[in-house]
């Protein structure tokens, strides 16, 4: 059987965009991961490009973002990556400006956004599977950061999920970038469909275009 096209594997009527932890204090200027967050500008604009056709085509966003309570009550401790988070003088607590989205990417009204206090996955300690599926969602569209973790977690679990997954190569990022890019193309690409924000802006406005 053949693969289905692109556009028909982000059929805006069953796909979702899912961005992870793009947010203030992950790839802001006040980041508890400088180096991740130096990097992290031009992913940053590809992804509101993609979360505006997206809302344009009626698809839905979904914002995934990490936080650490002051007493880490429910966080992770066992990995250095943990250890880092917590050391850093940037602090991810609930509610606070360094745990919302970027403004470049909104949220709006309409966006949906879940929040996580533990694990290394968005699909991780939040209700991103079921809400997924009670939108009607097969595929999920993969931006934000980092190649390095969450975003292979994220593209493993949706596909040990039964998901179909996307992901914009320009949408996301790791450090360093000759690492991400192997990790895209070595790993990730026998996973999900690999293509870029102007590919899947352009196969929705094919499948939106009138007929004649």
Aim: hydrophobic share 50%.
């Amino acid at each position: 059987m053949a693969a289905p096209s692109l556009q028909e594997l982000i059929d805006p009527a069953r796909t979702a965009v899912v961005t992870s932890e793009v947010q203030n204090g992950v790839v802001g200027p006040s980041a508890a991961l400088p180096e991740l967050a130096a990097l992290a500008a031009p992913m940053v604009e590809r992804a509101a490009v993609l979360c505006s056709a997206a809302r344009a085509g009626g698809i839905r966003v979904v914002h995934a973002t990490a936080a650490r309570r002051a007493d880490a009550a429910g966080s992770n401790d066992n990995a250095r990556l943990f250890a880092a988070v917590r050391r850093s003088p940037v602090t991810l607590e609930p509610g606070s400006p360094a745990v919302q989205v970027v403004a470049e990417l909104g949220p709006e009204p309409e966006d949906i956004v879940l929040c996580r206090l533990h694990g290394l996955s968005p699909m991780a300690g939040t209700d991103l599977d079921p809400i997924l599926r009670n939108l009607g969602v097969r595929t999920v569209i993969v931006a934000g950061v980092s190649v390095n973790v969450a975003i292979t977690n994220l593209v493993m679990d949706a596909v040990n999920l039964g998901y179909q997954v996307v992901l914009p190569r320009d949408a996301v990022t790791g450090v360093p970038t000759d690492y991400a890019e192997a990790v895209i193309d070595n790993t990730l690409a026998v996973l999900a469909t690999i293509t870029t924000v102007d590919e899947i802006v352009a196969a929705w406005a094919g499948a939106t275009a009138p007929r004649t």
